[in-house]
């Protein structure tokens, strides 16, 4: 290629990639002679002012971000209408392509590799910079194993405005967060949503959803839920599925709130050695050899200078005054340190005091809610003390909780029951009050802890209490429009009786629908009263056709609408299908009588009609 110099020094050497928005070229840099990466926004892009200004403000923000683990952003400007970002330049290959050829990755080298995304992720967050793009062609693994994210030149801060390509959301579709398939607000859990995708192919070969449409794709992230990855690959440990699972939770809030978090979540598992030896490892390093440890190098004779006579001198006194000091332990009895013994057994505080030249002497016992019988409650002298070697270490013993027999309650008033547990030393705890037949009201019918049994002094006891007899009552249910036979199955199970049946000729209601009931719905009755009704002996209501017209709101770009219809017939799906947003669906369909239209936009209730 033609030699280019931008600011007159970064001279671009050869292209190396090419994406959506941006060339990008192996360059130089004149001034500090170093490689660097030169990403150039194309020229359809640099006519865009809202654009530019976007890429600019994001570009600087991302050069605020320094980190081993990220691509690091050293500078951006423009050139006679070129605008340019200028990164660090980094050997190596993509994770995608290493995915390619390697997976599935063992488990562990697939959480190392997801461990340094999280550390670069979280100190980009820490900055305010999400980088809504994450996915293996934008993670670089040097010859030494090193992971970098890149692109975070297209990342933006919370607050700031997003940056879009022909209207449509940036970033891969197959690592897409549902919030950002949306085009909703976004925060750090996206990153996180997007890892969990990444982590998902390292382990299964697979990315969690495809299709032949992006769209599709899309909308798989939205609505769907992947293929647990253990269904993919048995190998993977049912633990670290759970922290891809988690990690890609649809809800922002059932995720991983921090990459850090995600991070303690990987290293605290327990991974099995890899049977296959990773493809990426870590370079060992040697320390440099001192000049005059080189082979062939002569030795210099070394001669003090009166300063260094001097200096001697002082380290000479120094080195009798420790020798006198460390000596007075034999002279004076060598003084040792109290180690902690509070909290442990009196086997292990005995020995651990004999380990430090100490005795232990018990010098009584105490009931304690905190140690456990048998442990150390307190020690005399504390720990961190420095005493004489044999000095006696005093200490209480636990006798465990204070524990109180329950007192008997069945039976007893609410008052007398509150008075034996006082007497008891014990509380009162909740009290249910129930219905019951047999004991009187007011009176214990349960306890729990039940009596004999032992607590805490001081603890409570809950308590049933009796309601007296009970007038059982129940509501009447609505029958009409039901069968004969589901009305009389109602009224059974709401403990009602069926009464008189008549019947009479109705244009509104099919034969052998309830027309009518003697007891209104909803009304408060006891049970066993009766319920007559009054049943159609047809014709019924003709059938007729309608439609109705939904426009769709234009917040998202697709909805699955569904169409349900409700009359004397019943309930039944009229429509379903996925609509782009904005558009206006016209929805046919029959009904018989009066009927009530619901439509759903993914799975919310929208509109009702009636007919």
Same mark, same amino acid.
């Given at each position: 290629?033609?030699?280019?110099?931008?600011?007159?020094?970064?001279?671009?050497?050869?292209?190396?990639?090419?994406?959506?928005?941006? =060339?990008?070229?192996?360059?130089?840099?004149?001034?500090?002679?170093?490689?660097?990466?030169?990403?150039?926004?194309?020229?359809?892009?640099?006519?865009?002012?809202?654009?530019?200004?976007?890429?600019?403000?994001?570009?600087?923000?991302?050069?605020?971000?320094?980190?081993?683990?990220?691509?690091?952003?050293?500078?951006?400007?423009? +050139?006679?209408?070129?605008?340019?970002?200028?990164?660090?330049?980094?050997?190596?290959?993509?994770?995608?392509?290493?995915?390619?050829?390697?997976?599935?990755?063992?488990?562990?080298?697939?959480?190392?590799?997801?461990?340094?995304?999280?550390? /670069?992720?979280?100190?980009?967050?820490?900055?305010?910079?999400?980088?809504?793009?994450?996915?293996?062609? #934008?993670?670089?693994?040097?010859?030494?194993?090193?992971?970098?994210?890149?692109?975070?030149?297209?990342?933006? $801060?919370?607050?700031?405005?997003?940056?879009?390509?022909?209207? #449509?959301?940036?970033?891969?579709?197959?690592?897409?967060?549902?919030?950002?398939?949306?085009?909703?607000?976004?925060?750090?859990?996206?990153?996180?949503?997007?890892? !969990?995708?990444?982590?998902?192919?390292?382990?299964?070969?697979?990315?969690?959803?495809?299709?032949?449409?992006?769209?599709?794709?899309?909308?798989?992230?939205?609505?769907?839920?992947?293929?647990?990855?253990?269904?993919?690959?048995?190998?993977?440990?049912?633990?670290?599925?759970?922290?891809?699972?988690?990690?890609?939770?649809?809800?922002?809030?059932?995720?991983?709130?921090?990459?850090?978090? @995600?991070?303690?979540? @990987?290293? !605290?598992?327990?991974?099995?050695?890899? !049977?296959?030896?990773?493809?990426?490892?870590?370079?060992?390093?040697?320390?440099?050899?001192?000049?005059?440890?080189?082979?062939?190098?002569?030795?210099?004779?070394?001669?003090?200078?009166?300063? %260094?006579?001097?200096?001697?001198?002082?380290?000479?006194?120094?080195?009798?005054?420790?020798?006198?000091?460390?000596?007075?332990?034999?002279?004076?009895?060598?003084?040792?340190?109290?180690?902690?013994?509070?909290?442990?057994?009196?086997?292990?505080?005995?020995?651990?005091?004999?380990?430090?030249?100490?005795?232990?002497?018990?010098?009584?016992?105490?009931?304690?809610?905190?140690?456990?019988?048998?442990?150390?409650?307190?020690? +005399?002298?504390?720990?961190?003390? *420095?005493?004489?070697?044999?000095?006696?270490?005093?200490?209480?013993?636990?006798?465990?909780? #204070?524990?109180? &027999?329950?007192?008997?309650?069945?039976?007893?008033?609410?008052?007398?029951?509150?008075?034996?547990?006082?007497?008891? %030393?014990?509380?009162?705890?909740?009290?249910?009050?129930?219905? +019951?037949?047999?004991?009187?009201?007011? =009176?214990?019918? $349960?306890?729990?802890?039940?009596?004999?049994?032992?607590?805490?002094?001081?603890?409570?006891?809950?308590?049933?209490?009796?309601?007296?007899?009970?007038?059982?009552?129940?509501?009447?249910? +609505?029958?009409?429009?039901?069968?004969?036979? #589901?009305?009389? /199955?109602?009224?059974?199970?709401?403990?009602?009786?069926?009464? &008189?049946?008549?019947?009479?000729?109705?244009?509104?209601?099919?034969? !052998?629908?309830?027309?009518?009931?003697?007891?209104?719905? %909803?009304?408060?009755?006891?049970?066993?009263?009766?319920?007559?009704?009054?049943?159609?002996?047809?014709?019924?209501?003709?059938?007729?056709?309608?439609?109705?017209?939904?426009?769709?709101?234009?917040?998202?770009?697709?909805?699955?609408?569904?169409?349900?219809?409700?009359?004397?017939?019943?309930?039944?799906?009229?429509?379903?299908?996925?609509?782009?947003?904005?558009?206006?669906?016209?929805?046919?369909? =029959?009904?018989?009588?009066?009927?009530?239209?619901?439509?759903?936009?993914?799975?919310?209730?929208?509109? *009702?009609?009636?007919?």
């Amino acid at each position: 290629m033609d030699k280019v110099l931008l600011h007159n020094r970064y001279e671009l050497l050869e292209e190396i990639g090419d994406g959506a928005t941006a =060339t990008v070229y192996r360059a130089r840099c004149t001034l500090l002679d170093r490689i660097v990466a030169v990403k150039i926004l194309k020229e359809e892009y640099a006519r865009d002012e809202g654009f530019v200004r976007k890429f600019r403000s994001e570009a600087q923000a991302a050069a605020q971000v320094s980190h081993p683990n990220i691509v690091n952003v050293f500078d951006v400007g423009e +050139d006679d209408g070129r605008y340019f970002i200028v990164m660090e330049y980094v050997q190596g290959t993509t994770l995608k392509e290493y995915i390619a050829s390697h997976a599935p990755l063992e488990p562990a080298e697939a959480v190392r590799i997801a461990s340094e995304i999280c550390d /670069a992720l979280e100190q980009a967050h820490a900055k305010g910079i999400i980088h809504r793009d994450i996915k293996p062609q #934008n993670i670089l693994v040097t010859a030494d194993g090193t992971v970098k994210v890149a692109d975070f030149g297209i990342a933006r $801060a919370p607050a700031s405005g997003t940056i879009t390509h022909s209207g #449509n959301i940036m970033g891969s579709v197959y690592y897409i967060s549902p919030e950002q398939a949306r085009g909703t607000v976004l925060d750090r859990t996206t990153d996180i949503y997007s890892l !969990g995708c990444v982590l998902y192919e390292m382990l299964t070969g697979r990315v969690p959803f495809d299709a032949e449409f992006p769209v599709t794709v899309a909308l798989k992230h939205i609505h769907e839920l992947p293929v647990e990855p253990r269904a993919l690959n048995p190998s993977i440990p049912v633990s670290l599925e759970t922290v891809v699972l988690t990690a890609m939770s649809k809800h922002p809030g059932d995720r991983y709130q921090s990459a850090a978090a @995600m991070k303690a979540a @990987m290293q !605290g598992l327990s991974l099995p050695a890899g !049977g296959r030896r990773s493809g990426i490892l870590r370079k060992g390093s040697a320390r440099p050899a001192r000049p005059e440890e080189e082979e062939g190098m002569p030795r210099r004779k070394r001669v003090l200078s009166p300063l %260094g006579v001097a200096m001697l001198v002082v380290g000479v006194i120094g080195l009798v005054a420790g020798l006198t000091f460390g000596l007075r332990g034999s002279i004076f009895g060598r003084e040792v340190v109290v180690p902690l013994v509070e909290g442990l057994s009196a086997s292990e505080a005995y020995q651990r005091l004999q380990e430090a030249g100490l005795t232990m002497t018990k010098a009584g016992e105490d009931f304690s809610a905190e140690v456990e019988k048998g442990s150390i409650i307190s020690q +005399d002298p504390p720990a961190q003390s *420095r005493v004489k070697e044999g000095r006696e270490v005093k200490v209480v013993v636990s006798k465990g909780k #204070n524990m109180v &027999d329950v007192p008997d309650l069945v039976g007893e008033t609410l008052d007398d029951a509150r008075l034996l547990l006082g007497n008891a %030393g014990l509380e009162v705890g909740d009290v249910q009050k129930v219905f +019951d037949d047999r004991a009187a009201e007011d =009176t214990v019918i $349960a306890q729990e802890p039940r009596s004999g049994q032992q607590v805490e002094l001081g603890g409570a006891v809950s308590l049933t209490v009796s309601k007296g007899k009970q007038v059982q009552q129940t509501q009447v249910p +609505d029958l009409v429009g039901m069968t004969l036979e #589901n009305a009389q /199955a109602l009224l059974r199970e709401r403990q009602l009786t069926l009464g &008189d049946i008549t019947r009479e000729d109705s244009a509104r209601y099919f034969a !052998g629908q309830v027309v009518r009931q003697t007891v209104a719905a %909803g009304t408060t009755v006891e049970t066993g009263t009766q319920v007559g009704i009054v049943v159609s002996n047809g014709p019924g209501p003709q059938e007729q056709t309608s439609s109705i017209q939904v426009p769709l709101p234009a917040a998202q770009q697709y909805y699955r609408v569904v169409v349900t219809v409700s009359d004397v017939k019943g309930v039944r799906e009229v429509f379903s299908d996925i609509r782009p947003g904005g558009e206006r669906v016209d929805v046919e369909f =029959t009904s018989y009588g009066p009927a009530t239209v619901e439509v759903t936009l993914d799975g919310q209730f929208f509109k *009702r009609y009636r007919v």
